[in-house]
């Protein structure tokens, strides 16, 4: 008996890709995009490809919009890259309004204003230029807007008897207001002061912070003076 080799051709054990589906959300779609190019593309960039007219909605799933494999596959890739490019860059030179707040310490009221005024640069996705957001303490401190209560402690007087004396001699006007939450469905109308405006009160002629001794309370100077001119005092008794 003799023993005969059998030879069997080898056999292919690669699993067959699966096709694409014709349409992916943008999640999907930035993956893809992203293990094609090599790049950390991103939801965010497919959206503004979406924006800059480069790919278009192809159908939708529900509410959420679906986009064409083939369209997405054909994009020039140095378009995406540049697309992906300057977005990290901006990430990295920019920062959340939160994040704002927390790194000067400032109102998300007045920065928000800062940038609706042109005083720092607001770029995508709501986000504020780092280096614009330092100076604001170094350029604009004064510019913030405190409200009585905080002003009246910026002068060390009483809020808010002594602040309506202030008012009433024309010191210090309110530049705006706000509207605080005091329930669940009520609000009150609240003013706000330019913190530059109320530093400035101490520079008045004629009022002397300082000349108390230093038991006294500097809240009793403004109230002490006050009730000396007939006209301030019957304003503030008024109000």
Known sequence: MTNTAVETAPQDTAVPEKPLPEALGAQRIAALLAEHLGVPVTADDVTQLV???HLEVHDWYKRWALYSTKDALA????????????????QAASITRDEAVARIGWHWRDIARMGDEGRVKVGRFGRYLTADIDRLPLEAEGERHVTGQMAAEELEIRYPTDLRYVEAAGWLTPVTTMELPTGRYRTTTVPL???????????????????????????????????SQPRLRERGDQE
């Open 51 to 53: 924006e800059l007219k």
């Open 75 to 90: 994009l020039e890739p140095e378009l995406v890259k540049t697309l992906v490019a300057e977005r990290t860059a901006w």
């Open 193 to 227: 002061y330019r913190l530059a405006d109320v530093r400035a009160v101490r520079e008045i002629p004629g009022v002397d912070w300082n000349r108390s001794p230093k038991w006294a309370p500097r809240r009793c100077r403004v109230t002490r003076w006050s009730r």
